[in-house]
């Protein structure tokens, strides 16, 4: 350093350089006496400038231009006629700084300071040769159905188990819940079920798993209280046995795993992140989330025990994706308080309010608007009563029972005094909303005089019900606010800059988007790349993809297999995937039957056979089309030899296969074809 130091050009004037941008400039119109000897001291580059100088003068005198010419302390303004101030210091500079070798040494202790800081992940032990794999089950590739497992050799635990929601063509489908082949093949090593919060795509499917494998489950009070509800459903009761209440900001040994419960906000009650310290390094699962600053509770997001982390190095992140799109921030929920505000105002009718059944924070600042403008609550609908006690019990929701009447109560209160909050913001055709539009529930008839909150946004694939459920609420006359209103609905996911927020906090070495469709991890994923990740270190996951994170690499190893099963929630049966299969088929391209009893002597149809359809022609248009049907079975019959009659399932098969290109023929369906053959 002291070489340096004594070598620095600064300590050099002499040795000046012409394309310094900081010197002043030598005024061209300024003669001395000794012009030539300063000339020659000048480097050569400078002696071949000012020699050119007469010229330049010429064209800016031409041009009317003025040169350019820097004043200091030590020099006077003078014309171009006036000798030059000899009482400035020769070869003197303006600006200079002098980088002294302990200056030099504070820059690079501050680059390393900022270089560790921006990449805490450098602190993690390189040497470490300890594996763990990160496979989802659910929730990539689709909205919901959140089921993920983390494992090494030796142990693995499962992150959440949640179901989804069937789409149109899953005819009599409730509820759809992952496949478990995997959890089956593993189960020796598998420790515990670790949950993130409340929500159904979180927790929906753990009593279908229950009825198959149980394993101990921990999470915060509400979550496991939610879990218990749905087990006392399932006749599963016993099954708290299992559970295993969490204290946030307290670490667990579960395995080789050490987990830790981070307070979050989402929109429901006690959310939770999990920063889980594996034999590889930290993980960080970020659930549900977004940065409320302002939550109804007052529990703001614990952003210090991302902090905490993040500076100690954290080998992955694994963040929700599913506002990606979004830019800026997602709004308050205490937003929507607000727009409640003006509601109650200016509404003298009855109000009939409906969201999630688990979006606690949104009922209760419904239910607080009620009591201050002295109106009864009615709550509606199965899960929604059974979520407003239990959070009530746990003492999250503070209420008085005498602010609470039921369903047949409403007729003795006048309609400015009633608040009804129900289920059905999904246009579920068994909810009671749907049910009061359709004019089948038993104690409430919608007037016009109703106002009604939908406060809720359509899942991916209710679209459709939700436009229906508008349409038989718009034809009852009552007043329905949807998305008229700004702040009706907020959203619980993080738009971009709070997921920008966790990444820049944890700054991890590698980045796993999850709980999305692919365009949502994919927008993460380059979100994550303007904030410093190296695009390398991101990996794209599918349902199914096994990935393997080491402190040197992260790829996917392998595929596992993953799917839906069928849930009928009338009887919280399992459907089999043929039968929605044949639903499937049923809906699209109909059905054809036919019985016939035939002749083996005769190789004809003994008297007429009964064809029927459905789907497939108009009744008017059903006399020719049986009559069509006759004629090929009557070819074809004609055309098989008699040994092929003794065998009724190859008759069947050929009358099947035949109909079925007459079918594709003239009217491009694919029924199924069931006939029924009788041989005499």
Known sequence: MENNENSTPNQQPNNRSSNNPYRRRENPHRKSQNSQNQTQSMPSTQTKQNTQRPQQKHNDNQRGKKPFHKNTQNETKTNDTKKPNHNRPKNSRKNTTTVTGNMQRSLDENKAAQEIRMNPWKMIDQTNSAKVRFTPLGGLGEIGGNIAVLETDNCAIIIDVGMSFPDETMHGVDILVPDFSYLHSIKHKIKAIVITHAHEDHIGAMPYLFKELKFPIYGTPLALAMIQNKFDEHNLSGDNKYFNFVTKRQQYTIGE?????????????????????????????????????????????????????????????????????????????????????????????????????????????????????????????????????????????????????????????????????????????????????????????????????????????????????????????????????????????????????????????????????????????????SCGVDERNILLMSDGDQVEITTKYLKKVKTIKTGKTYIDNQNNLTIENDVVLDRQKLAEDGIINIVAQISQSTQKVVGKPVITSYGIVADKEMKKFTSEIEGIIETLLASMKQEALKDHKAVENEIRNIVRKHVVKIKKRYPLIIPTIFIV
Request: hydrophobic residues 35%; contains cysteine; proline residues 4%.
């Open 257 to 529: 795993f050490k987990v830790e419960w981070m307070h979050m906000t989402h929109s429901v009650i006690d959310a939770s992140s999990l920063a889980i310290e594996t034999p590889a390094g930290t993980i960080i699962h970020t659930g549900d989330f977004k940065i409320d600053h302002t939550p109804i509770d007052g529990y703001t997001p614990d952003l210090h025990r991302f902090a905490h982390y993040g500076s100690k190095g954290v080998l992955c992140l694994l963040s929700d994706s599913t506002n990606s799109h979004n830019p800026g921030y997602t709004k308050s929920e205490m937003v929507v308080g607000k727009t409640f505000d003006n509601i109650f105002v200016n509404n003298k009718g009855r109000i009939i309010m409906s969201t999630f059944s688990s979006n606690l924070h949104r009922i209760y600042q419904a239910m607080e608007r009620a009591i201050k403008h002295n109106r009864k609550i009615c709550i509606i609908g199965r899960s929604m009563e059974r979520n407003v006690e239990t959070t009530r019990a746990l003492g999250y929701v503070d209420l008085l029972d005498k602010h609470f009447i039921e369903a047949h109560e409403i007729p003795k209160y006048p309609d400015h005094e009633v608040l009804i909050v129900t289920t059905g913001s999904q246009g579920e055709t068994m909810a009671a909303l749907f049910r009061m539009a359709t004019d089948e529930h038993r104690h409430i008839k919608l007037k016009p005089s109703d106002t009604i909150i939908i406060s809720a946004k359509a899942i991916p694939g209710n679209e459709a019900s939700v436009s229906k459920l508008l349409n038989h609420l718009t034809k009852a006359g009552a007043n329905i606010h949807y998305h008229d209103l700004p702040d009706i609905h907020v959203s619980g996911h993080a738009a971009q800059e709070e997921q920008k927020l966790i990444l820049r906090l944890v700054q991890p070495k590698f980045f796993l988007p999850v709980h999305g469709e692919y365009n949502h991890i994919a927008k993460h994923a380059s979100t994550a790349v």
